[in-house]
């Protein structure tokens, strides 16, 4: 007899197995073997549950539902957005962080003389809405590091509103509400801006991060990075390896020292705090860490950074450090060359974070 499509014979052997598995854990007389067998089994079933829990997250409508509740709770406990924040201006050139849900970031980039504007990552339409008339611009172009809707949300109802705004992301992702999707080098022109779309997967397998050349306007360039780089941080690999993740870090460690970082979150204050711990000497970190606490004391946004304020303190994108590499030591598996190495450290450095995120 077959059960839901398995034929008999796999259904007996899964069985026997799970039958196995259940003695050996309950048996009074394998202690030894019942403790890491019972550690093996919650971790996996750990992960079981998350990816269980992440595909409903991401590919049914419930991901919606779950999104629209993180929406409705934070405009009721932070009506003025999360943080206070403060606009840069260039020549020409405005970038606005917009504050949205608990600690996530949108932008405007303006083109000031032509009164037209980009936003990244909208995830809540009404405030990017406001901002919007409250500047006075047009809203011709979206751009979407990915297809969280965290990120995304507000694709849909700000697409409908500007009936000529473009939707650009990644055709990997599944981003709502895509019309112009984009590949690796790929450049979006608004007016004077010049936005080039760089392939950053890990924490999904489309992310893309959106480069703002500097040169137009005869300043730096912004590197607006969704939730592959944060403020001492980066986001987690859901949907593929260190390996993957550890090269869309190396192309952000490519760019310009003077590069302004926007990410997509406001983890400053936590991520220094776990930079301490694998980089106690650090007197960067314990600079920034300083100035970061004095911010958000008074709720003040921490971005942007520059990139190389975060190759002096981010300990992700330090992996070829021997200090850190000491201080860590290497991960799991063995480290056949440079590249694997650094991807091993890369892994244990976020099971630490999550450890001391716990705590």
């Known amino acids: 007899m077959a059960w839901l499509g398995w034929p008999a014979p796999c259904l007996w052997v899964a069985s026997c197995g799970l039958l196995l598995v259940l003695v050996l854990l309950l048996s009074s007389r394998s202690r030894r073997a019942r403790r890491p067998l019972r550690g093996l089994f919650m971790a996996r079933s750990k992960q079981l549950l998350f990816r269980i829990g992440y595909s409903l997250y991401t590919r049914t409508w419930l991901g919606y539902l779950f999104y629209r509740q993180q929406l409705r709770r934070a405009r009721n406990r932070y009506p003025k957005g999360h943080s206070r924040t403060q606009p840069r201006l260039f020549n020409g050139v405005k970038v606005l962080p917009i504050p949205v849900l608990s600690d996530n970031y949108s932008y405007l980039i303006i083109d000031t003389q032509a009164r037209l504007a980009v936003a990244v990552d909208p995830s809540d339409p009404q405030a990017v809405q406001a901002s919007i008339e409250k500047e006075g611009v047009t809203l011709v172009a979206i751009l979407c590091t990915h297809k969280h809707w965290d990120h995304s949300g507000g694709n849909r109802d700000l697409s409908r509103r500007h009936q ?17 999707p984009l590949c690796h ?159 091993q450290l890369l892994e244990k450095l976020r099971r630490l974070k999550d450890l001391h995120k716990s705590k």
């Open 164 to 180: 000529d705004c473009r939707v650009y992301g990644s055709p990997q992702d599944g981003i709502p509400y895509l019309t112009h």
């Open 185 to 343: 080098q790929d450049v979006v022109s608004v007016g004077r801006l010049q936005i080039r779309a760089l392939a950053t997967p890990g924490h999904t397998q489309g992310h893309l991060v959106y480069l703002l050349d500097g040169e137009p306007y005869k300043g730096p360039s912004c590197l607006f990075s969704g939730d592959l780089l944060f403020l001492s941080g980066c986001g987690r690999t859901f949907e593929g390896t260190a390996e993957t993740m550890l090269s869309s870090l190396d192309t952000v460690l490519g760019l310009e020292d003077d590069t302004l970082l926007w990410p997509g979150h406001e983890y400053a204050e936590e991520n220094l705090g776990f930079a301490g711990v694998v980089e106690p000497e650090n007197l960067a970190r314990e600079r920034k860490m300083q100035w970061v606490q004095r911010q958000r004391m008074e709720r003040k946004s921490t971005c942007p950074s520059t990139l190389g304020e975060e190759r002096s303190y981010n300990p992700f994108l330090r992996t070829h450090c021997l200090v850190l590499q000491e201080t860590v030591g290497p991960g799991p598996g063995p480290a056949e060359n440079d590249g694997c190495s650094r991807a």
